[in-house]
């Protein structure tokens, strides 16, 4: 069964055309790089795909739920880290984490326990306690994976989620996530970075709201993925 399908999926912005027929699945328990310049058209994937707004045509599914006909059964099933940071930096970390939980309906023992073993698998209960305004760019990057996993959710999307950080952090919030997909979670990771992508990941090079590719990176990439990506979207290094 696959965790996230995605069919034949078009939006346009005025005259110009985000996405233009869009397809992919992930199966349940893969990381999926989708790679694609700025302005390939991820951002607007994930708006479609978090229903922040919704696609005229075509069909999304999380976990089995098709977001048309069941949005809310979609939607619980999902964990959403944006680019953009939406923490509360006067709150802290367990605070911000707990509030989030009564968003998805939970409280009290249970809400205690989901954060804190959130925050473990994250390597971040030591700092439960400390403001969100006090961690760096890092932290806070495990930080909103910790409350975006709160509500166990069958998928994960990260949307250009190590944007801002130095090299040490990217790679160990990559290697976390990967982690994650291992442990049997849905992954969707959306870059314009090569180095984040591993050969034995699935990969969707998306470019002007086109998919180019869609398979294995090692098979795509062979020894040169940067290169078989660079040819694809004709953009220079």
């Known amino acids: 069964m696959s965790g ?7 939006h346009d912005w005025g005259a110009r055309r985000a996405l233009d027929g869009v397809s992919f699945t992930v199966e349940r328990g893969r990381f999926c790089a989708l790679l694609g310049p700025n ?18 045509t075509g069909r999304i599914a999380i976990a089995g739920h098709d977001m048309a006909r ?13 680019q953009a940071s939406t923490l509360d930096p006067d709150l802290t970390v367990r ?46 990057r495990r930080m909103e994976i910790a409350r975006a996993l709160i509500h166990r959710p069958d998928v994960l999307l990260l ?20 982690d994650l997909a291992a442990g049997g979670l849905t992954v969707l990771w959306a870059t314009h970075l090569v180095d984040e992508v591993r050969r034995q990941d699935r990969l969707v090079i998306l470019h002007h ?21 660079l040819a694809l979207t004709g953009d220079r290094p």
């Open 159 to 178: 949307d250009e989620p190590t944007v801002g950080l130095d090299a040490a952090s990217r790679a160990a919030i990559t290697q976390h996530v990967h």
């Open 39 to 56: 302005g390939a058209g991820k951002s607007t994937l994930f708006g479609m795909l978090t229903r922040l707004f919704t696609p005229r």
């Open 70 to 82: 069941a949005p809310r059964a979609a939607l619980a099933g999902m964990g959403v880290v944006f």
């Open 209 to 229: 709201g086109r998919v180019l590719a869609d398979g294995e990176a090692g098979d795509i990439g062979g020894t040169d993925l940067t290169g078989r990506f």
């Open 95 to 140: 605070r911000n984490l707990l509030y989030f939980a009564a968003l998805h309906g939970l409280s009290g023992r249970e809400a205690e326990a989901r954060a804190m073993a959130a925050l473990e698998r994250l390597g971040m209960a030591e700092r439960a306690e400390e403001k969100a305004a006090r961690l760096n760019g890092g932290h806070r």
């Open 4 to 10: 996230l399908t995605v069919e034949d999926i078009s």
